[in-house]
């Protein structure tokens, strides 16, 4: 264990909450932008619920979302019975006094669900999907900004 230790420290490894590592600037630092639509909602209720609603906001995250579904599984009649969800989201973090882009990247992801029962049963399986999709997604962009925290400014 004291090797592994060892290991890491010499790697420059910074843990992204402690002393000198950068994620206790995102906490309640980070504003996205307005929401526009359900899926966005759902990404920005994620990012809230991982870096705290933004009290004081020292950035700005602008974000754009993108989806598609697919048909995936089709019956020899041609009815479809399972559908992927496929997402990107390409997002900006901007210093909030001055509005200097400091971060970008794009994120992606994908789930399914299935369209075999009935038609509400269907429409609440996609649903969650998006929702899922959302919340994989806004993981990704927390764990992205994290590993970048450390080059933000104070």
């Known amino acids: 264990m004291l090797a592994g230790a060892t290991a890491l420290a010499g790697c420059g490894f910074t843990p ?7 994620g206790a600037k995102l906490l309640g630092g980070v504003a996205p932008d307005a929401p ?9 209720r994620r990012l809230a619920e991982r870096l705290n609603p933004a009290t004081t906001p020292r950035y700005r995250l ?10 995936q599984a089709i019956t020899p009649d041609g009815a479809t019975t399972r559908y992927s969800l496929t997402g990107k989201v390409d997002y900006t973090l901007h210093d909030a006094g001055s509005d200097a ?6 994120v992606s ?5 299935s369209a075999s029962g009935t038609v509400v049963a269907t429409s ?13 997604l806004a993981d990704q962009i927390v764990t992205r900004l994290l590993a970048q925290a450390g080059t933000l400014p104070q």
């Open 16 to 22: 992204a909450y402690g002393p000198t590592g950068g």
């Open 36 to 44: 526009q639509t359900r899926d966005d909602f759902a990404l920005v």
């Open 62 to 71: 602008a974000y754009q979302v993108d989806t598609d579904v697919l048909g």
């Open 101 to 106: 882009v400091l971060l970008t990247g794009r």
């Open 109 to 113: 992801s994908f789930t399914s669900w």
């Open 124 to 136: 609440a399986a996609e649903e969650d999907a998006h929702r899922r999709l959302m919340r994989m």
